[in-house]
């Protein structure tokens, strides 16, 4: 099976994960970003299961049947504008006005019935008198008491905004797999629906792996740094609506970590570790992980955030991080977003903007692999421009901190002059 192109569920649909890992051009010692992207995703069904939830507490949550207007929007033919209806046919070239007889308010609609050389006072979303047939808007009409005089220039049928002309009864108002954003939130009670399906919670289990790891409140031995991974993990999930499970800190110890697999698989659609996935450390996670499920280790082709594993453990999906703090946040932004989303079956996948900005620092770079350099992204004289963020240690959280977006230097790419426009991923509202 070849990986080059990218890979839809179905094309692997029969394949296990080891056997798809076994493609000709599949090189585990050096994954590019898109097809590491790719293989996962040809894993990714959407979950099952739907819970039905006043509007309101749907908001962020994703749409699990599509939404069929029961309704026409606009439910009656009413007025753009703030004017007179009109019978087209009564607008004379002779400027000989017509007389209003009435008004028509928006929740108030006029009463009675039109002769002909009469017109309505009408103003948005009143009602258009069953006689009238367009709207005059006021800036084209004199009045002189009860008599309108109107410019010319009128065209049949302007300013009226016909029944179901933005959505008609029985139609799709919005597809399954969508995410309830505030505009659809207005959309759905605008057709004055209360209750809607979205699809079930997806369970996320995560913990961190490392003897060096203490979790904060308790005092630094030697040798010992603070675990910070589960709390960057906790706020990326927390961000994307995720209420996960956070187990802690799991010693590297075969038969503890062996425990926190199976636990997490347990109870979770995701488990996320961090850590342990690196030379050395991954022959020993490895073996675990070959006989709890089937996992694929990589060096992934980027920097930061080489070592990744993905697979399955039981019915769970598996994404092992690496270690290192930005990495961590890397990875998740490049892989886990985009796994999760799918879990969930939005569609259609929002996008991580790519912007091209004029890099105004040198950049040092290797081709050969991908690199997110943590950068700020300003607006000068009416130019997008970027700079880093300085050292791009993958264990300088700061470098996170202090960034607002990601200069993605391709494969190909060397070192970068100042000057060079470079692509940017924005990294605010993505997660
Ligand atoms: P590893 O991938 O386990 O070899 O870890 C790589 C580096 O990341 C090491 O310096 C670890 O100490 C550090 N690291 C691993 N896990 C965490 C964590 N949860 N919080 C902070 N640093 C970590
Ligand atoms: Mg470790």
Redesign the pocket.
Not at 225 to 230: F, H, K, L
Not at 322 to 325: E, I, L, R, S, T
């Given at each position: 099976m070849s990986l080059t192109k990218p890979l839809t569920p179905h094309s692997t649909a029969h394949l296990t994960i080891s056997q798809a890992s076994c493609a000709d051009d599949y090189d585990p010692n050096s994954m590019p970003v898109d097809k590491a992207r790719a293989f996962i995703h040809a894993f990714l069904t959407p979950i099952a299961g739907i819970a039905k939830l006043p509007i309101r507490a749907a908001l962020g949550r994703v749409l699990a049947e599509d939404i069929i207007s029961p309704v026409n929007v606009p439910s009656h033919r009413n007025s753009a504008m703030d004017g007179w209806a009109v019978r087209f046919s009564d607008l004379g070239d002779d400027g000989t006005p017509l007389e209003e007889i009435g008004a028509s308010f928006a929740g108030k609609p006029f009463v009675g019935s039109l002769a002909a050389r009469q017109c309505v006072r009408i103003f948005t979303g009143g009602v258009v008198p069953i006689e009238c047939d367009t709207v005059i808007m006021q800036e084209r009409a004199k009045a002189d008491g009860k008599l309108i005089t109107f410019s010319a220039g009128a065209k049949l049928g302007q300013n009226v905004r016909q029944a179901g002309e933005d959505l008609q009864q029985g139609a799709v108002a919005l597809e399954k797999g969508r995410i309830i954003r505030p505009a659809e939130l207005g959309l759905i009670a605008s057709l004055g629906i209360s209750e809607v399906a979205v699809v079930r919670p997806l369970r996320v289990a995560f913990f961190?792996?490392?003897d060096?790891?203490v979790s904060v409140g308790a005092p630094l031995g030697e040798g010992e740094?603070?675990?910070?991974?589960?709390y960057t993990l906790f706020g990326m999930l927390a961000k994307m609506g995720i209420e996960a499970n956070d187990m802690g800190?799991v010693r590297?110890d075969p038969v503890i970590l062996e425990r926190a697999f199976r636990d997490a698989a347990g109870i979770a659609d995701v488990v996320i570790t961090?850590?342990?996935?690196?030379v050395?450390?991954a022959d020993f996670v490895k073996t675990l992980l070959g006989k709890l499920g089937e996992v694929v280790f990589w060096k992934i082709a980027m920097k930061p955030g080489r070592?990744l594993a993905y697979g399955k453990i039981q019915d769970a999906h598996f994404f092992g991080l690496?270690?290192?703090?930005v990495?961590?946040m890397v990875t998740f932004y490049q892989f886990v977003r985009d796994a999760l989303l799918t879990l969930q079956g939005v569609s259609p996948l929002p996008v991580q903007p790519l912007l091209k900005a004029v890099c105004t620092s040198p950049i040092k770079k290797a081709p050969g692999r991908t690199e997110f350099q943590r950068g700020v992204l300003y607006l000068e004289d009416g130019v997008w421009k970027v700079r880093t963020t300085g050292e791009q240690g993958?264990?300088i959280?700061k470098s996170m901190s202090d960034a607002n977006c990601f200069i993605m230097l391709h494969d190909h790419v060397g070192n970068v002059d100042a000057g060079v426009t470079v692509d940017v991923q924005i990294l605010e509202g993505v997660v």
């Open positions: 961190s792996t490392g060096e790891l740094i603070y675990d910070s991974n589960r800190v590297d961090s850590g342990g996935v690196s050395g450390e070592p690496p270690g290192n703090p990495s961590v993958s264990g959280l």
